[in-house]
């Protein structure tokens, strides 16, 4: 069975701080998507980034950066120099590409709150 | 902006009515999917539909339906409501692309009460 685990329920950090949100997944498949979604109190899931499995090199976008490391079974999410509007519950999700009909798995999400 | 519409926003059930929430996505985005995310919680997947046929169903009981229809529009009916069924229900519809992979979009979701 597919699972995400985000062990930080909460982080605070002050305004242009970097922070790093965990994630660490566990699946039997050897071909799979990693996601991370933004949702600000909007409630509407904003798509960051999808890994696939095969592609361990680390993505940079902006103020945004993902460590894959498929050998701890974990995609980190580090937040550079961070701001006001960064505040938001942040998932980590997997998906098996292999099956048409296997829908993401989410982690409970952690909540950041940035300070100003 | 996502192109996934849903409503409607915001919505209050007694325990025991039936709901339906709706969903509206672009053309093309063939798979839509619904997710359940309690407060404090991530989305639970609910079931998956592929040009208007059920193709995938989380852990979820029967008097949890959809249907999609041919214009990408689809529905979430929830029967015989439950406070446990207060949530915000989120629908997604994917867009298949080259070499087997897909973007999904996510709409603002539905907030169920049930009192």
């Known amino acids: 069975a597919q699972k995400v685990t985000q062990a930080q329920t909460e982080i605070s950090v002050v305004e242009k701080e970097d922070v790093t949100l965990d994630c660490v997944y566990e699946t039997r498949d050897t071909t799979y998507y990693l996601f991370w979604y933004k949702q600000p109190p909007s409630g509407e899931l904003v798509f960051l980034i999808r890994r696939n499995s095969f592609d361990e090199q680390n993505e940079i976008s902006g103020r945004y950066s993902w460590n894959f490391q498929k050998s701890t079974s974990s995609f980190n999410f580090t937040i550079t120099a961070s701001q006001v509007v960064d505040s938001a519950v942040y998932f980590c999700?997997?998906?098996?590409?292999?099956?048409?009909?296997?829908?993401?798995?989410f982690g409970k999400g952690t909540r950041l709150s940035v300070i100003a | 902006e996502t192109g996934v519409t849903q409503s409607p926003t915001h919505l209050i059930k007694t325990r025991g009515q039936q709901v339906t929430l709706r969903c509206s996505s672009q053309?093309?985005?063939?798979?839509v999917s619904w997710y359940q995310q309690a407060l404090g919680q991530g989305p639970q997947f609910i079931f998956q539909y592929y040009r208007e046929e059920e193709n995938g169903r989380g852990n979820f009981p029967p008097r949890f339906s959809g249907l999609q229809f041919p214009n990408y529009s689809s529905e979430l009916n929830v029967n015989a409501l439950e406070l446990d069924d207060s949530a915000l229900y989120l629908c997604?519809?994917?867009?298949?692309?080259?070499?087997?992979?897909?973007?999904?979009?996510f709409g603002p979701g539905t907030r169920l009460t049930v009192t």
């Open positions: 053309s093309g985005h063939n798979t």
């Open positions: 997604a519809s994917r867009l298949e692309l080259q070499g087997g992979s897909y973007e999904q979009y």
């Open positions: 999700a997997l998906s098996d590409p292999n099956s048409g009909n296997t829908p993401l798995v």
